[in-house]
């Protein structure tokens, strides 16, 4: 079944996209939030978690505003960049991106929160520079929890619908997922579809979720 | 070591800490007790704290200067710093630990790792995981670890404190040879009298967020600048007094009812009322009905309050018309059978009654 494969391999590139595109954003984030006070902090802190609270419709809708034909980064998108998103691929990506990014950035915030500061500030006495010290002490203390908040952040992009439904629309070969086909194929009645695309999804949630506590467990110190 | 803190004031809880210092070591101590300002002053000296006013300057780098907004970052300030955890990096081997500051042998004045491992006793322990090590072996790490750093200034904020007592028996040859060996200045945070004496030339007692005193340790220990000072440094007979007249180079002061002889030399002129201290182990016990006849000036009639084990030794509590504490050996007390309500004289040399000015502390 090509199209099954087709959309199975969509939905996984369009949730790795997504997962990558927030990563170094999202871990900035996370650790700005457990290690510094700076002015718009709470505001900021709101904004990133208000996807995981309002429906992912509403969401789906906020964005469609925004990236629309006259929406302001739409039309920023378009004029400036030469992108066109709402309804396309990119569509796709934006929101199941946005809506992924608040688990990324509460999971980066947790894992910083845990490392003591104590380590870097050594690391610092040693020689290390702010980077370094983040990429040799910092990261590696948190990557458990990082790596938690990236599966977490990825199987939400895997399974997003809502907002990506407002967002892409259902146009078959430009922005069909598993989400979005399995809604569709049962509105058509086509049980045995719906099925097979569950298993699918069922299967990449699955092994996302292995390949997550085969990571934890390598080398654990 | 050449450090001088100057006029650095930083907030820290509700009040105001407040250090005008200029340590010149070769290994000084920061005594005191806890809250008093110590990790402080370290963190302040390793850049990992910003004062909010002040300079700080380690022979001719300066760390920190805040009328000019400078502040040098604690990588560019070439110390050595050992916290009171150790604070090993867990997710490196002790190998890696060592490694991750080390500067080429070279500029390190021939500091290698191999040196600082047998200088340590490291060389079994160089591939194990820092989460099997005992406290001791971590603070050892932590002390090569800093070492290798090949600092200007180490910075010890209390290395012994979370071992037990055996444990610390055995660090503190290690730390002896640090200083010893490698000859580089240290600054070392303590509030246990002996770490001080083994290994500090130079002791700041910090008493509420100040330096109350600096100098050489012995000196601090036997002339305590006043009576907070004596205090924090364990003196166990510290008496508010009047300063009654000058015999010679001498002072007599009334404490009580009673009259004691001290050195006129430490008292500035004008002064009236002062503070006596004496310590428990300058205080002789003669178990007599009459003065004894003795080289001590001051013999003083008393009656035996109580008597205390203090670790192998005994402190007896004196009324000598004001508490006085004497410290004498287990055999000392059983020979003269000393016990609560004996009459005894206390003999105290006139150069171990210690005069200082001021009142007491609140």
Known sequence: MPDLLRITLFTLGVATLATLLILPGGVALGWLLARRQWRGKVIVETLVALPLVVPPVATGLVLLKLFGRRGPLGVFCERVLGLEIVFTWKAVVLATAVMALPLLVRAARVAFEEVPPRFEQVARTLGAGPWRAFFTITLPLARRGLLAGVVLAFARALGEFGATIMLAGYIPGETITLALDIYHQVQLGHDAAAGGLLAVSVGLAFGALALSEWLLRRKQP | ?362
């Open chain 2, 1 to 362: 070591m050449n450090l001088l803190l100057e006029d650095v004031v930083v907030a820290a809880g509700d009040h105001p800490l407040h250090f005008n210092a200029h340590f010149t070591g070769p290994s000084t101590g920061l005594f005191g007790p806890s809250g008093a300002g110590k990790t402080t002053l370290i963190e302040l000296v390793a850049g990992l704290r910003r004062p909010e006013r002040g300079r700080i300057v380690l022979d001719d780098v300066v760390f920190c200067d805040v009328a000019r907004g400078w502040h040098l970052p604690p990588e560019h300030r070439r110390l050595g710093y050992v916290p009171q955890d150790g604070a090993l990096f867990p997710h490196l081997s002790v190998e890696g630990n060592l490694r991750y500051g080390a500067r080429p042998a070279a500029r390190a004045g021939q500091l290698a790792l191999s040196h600082v491992c047998a200088l340590l006793g490291l060389e079994t322990l160089r591939a194990r995981p820092v989460a099997t090590l005992s406290g001791g072996e971590q603070q050892r790490v932590a002390i090569g670890r800093a070492l290798l750093a090949a600092p200007r200034l180490l910075l010890f904020d209390e290395p012994l404190t979370s071992l037990d007592a055996s444990r610390k028996e055995t660090l503190l040859p290690y730390l002896r040879r640090v200083r010893d060996a490698l000859r580089v200045p240290l600054l070392y945070v303590s509030h246990a009298p002996a770490e001080v004496q083994a290994l500090c030339d130079e002791l700041a007692v910090l008493a509420d967020g100040r330096i109350a005193q600096l100098g050489p340790t012995t000196e601090v220990f036997r002339r305590p600048a006043d009576a907070a000072v004596a205090r924090i440094v364990g003196v166990e007979t510290v008496h508010p007094a009047r300063l009654r007249e000058f015999v010679g180079a001498l002072a007599a002061v009334q404490v009580g009812p009673t009259r004691l002889l001290g050195l006129a030399d430490q008292l500035p002129a004008g002064t009236d009322e002062v503070m006596v201290s004496i310590r428990a182990d300058d205080v002789m016990v003669v178990k007599s009905a009459t003065p004894p006849p003795a080289s001590a000036r001051n013999r003083l009639p008393a009656v035996v309050r109580d008597i205390t084990c203090e670790g192998a030794g005994r402190r007896v509590e004196l009324d000598v018309g004001f508490p006085l504490a004497a410290r004498l050996t287990p055999q000392a007390v059983a020979e003269l059978e000393l016990a609560v309500g004996s009459p005894v004289y206390a003999l105290v040399k006139v150069s171990a009654v210690h005069l200082m000015p001021g009142t007491l502390p609140s």
